[in-house]
């Protein structure tokens, strides 16, 4: 299994959040997700925001974790946001 998750505490920005299709529906993402917002709530940022491509599977992933549909973000991106924990 490859995978991977990338943050930046400082603008409350989940940059990557990846599983292979071979990997995915196995519980992965939920697990890497939760530990990122885990690792973000210890971090002084009210908002976390993230991209994903407007036509991916990544949308409903994103939406099923709570994850809101703040509008585009360039010709091909949708931007959510959601709370901080901290």
């Known amino acids: ?6 943050g930046n505490a ?11 299709p071979q990997d995915q529906g196995r519980g992965f993402g ?6 990122m917002l885990a690792w973000l709530s210890s971090r002084p940022v009210c908002r976390l925001w993230l ?4 036509t991916t599977r990544a ?3 994103c939406e ?14 949708l931007r ?3 709370d901080n924990a901290a």
């Open 1 to 6: 299994m490859r995978a991977f998750a990338i």
């Open 10 to 20: 400082h603008m409350g920005n989940v940059w990557a959040l990846f599983v292979p």
């Open 30 to 35: 939920t697990r890497l997700h939760a530990a």
């Open 51 to 54: 991209t994903t491509g407007a």
């Open 59 to 61: 949308r409903a992933f």
């Open 64 to 77: 099923h974790l709570g994850w809101s549909c703040a509008g585009p973000s360039g010709a091909a991106e």
């Open 80 to 82: 959510y946001e959601r």
